[in-house]
Nanobody, 124 residues
Framework: QAQLVESGGGLVQAGGSLRLSCAAS????????MAWFRQAPGKEREFVAG????????YYADSVQGRFTISRDNAKNTMYLQMNSLEPEDTAVYYC?????????????????WGQGTQVTVSS
C-alpha cells in the first residue's frame, strides 16, 4: 500500500510560481500512474495533471496546459508539480493520487491512494 505526502503549498501573488512535492512511500511499483488533483471551496475535486511513473508520459487539464509541469524523481520516489503564471482561479487544496496501473486517469475514482492535500492560495 502506498502512502503519499504533499508539501510546498502556500500563499503567492498572481503571476507567481510554486512547486508542490508528493513524497511516496510504502509499496510502490514502477507500473504506477500518479496525478495531481485540486479542489476549490464549493467545487468538486478536479484533475490537474498526471504521469506514468515508468514511462514518464504526461497529460494536463486544459486549464493548466502551458503553465504547470508535472515531473518525478525516481530515486527520491517523489512527484512534483511546478506551477507558473498562477492565477486566483488556481486557489485550491491540491492532492496527489496514485493507482497501480500504468495509465493516467482523470477521474477521482480512477485512483486508489491519496495524500492529505496542501493549500495553494493565489492573491490578486
Amino acid at each position: 500500500q502506498a502512502q503519499l505526502v504533499e508539501s510546498g503549498g502556500g500563499l503567492v501573488q498572481a503571476g507567481g510560481s510554486l512547486r508542490l512535492s508528493c513524497a511516496a512511500s510504502g509499496r510502490m511499483f514502477s507500473s504506477y500512474a500518479m496525478a495531481w488533483f485540486r479542489q476549490a471551496p464549493g467545487k468538486e475535486r478536479e484533475f490537474v495533471a498526471g504521469l506514468t511513473w515508468k514511462g514518464g508520459s504526461t497529460y494536463y487539464a486544459d486549464s493548466v496546459q502551458g503553465r504547470f509541469t508535472i515531473s518525478r524523481d525516481n530515486a527520491k520516489n517523489t512527484m512534483y508539480l511546478q506551477m507558473n503564471s498562477l492565477e486566483p482561479e488556481d486557489t485550491a487544496v491540491y492532492y496527489c493520487a496514485a493507482r497501480p496501473i500504468p495509465l493516467i486517469g482523470i477521474g477521482i475514482r480512477d485512483y486508489d491512494y491519496w495524500g492529505q492535500g496542501t493549500q495553494v492560495t493565489v492573491s490578486s
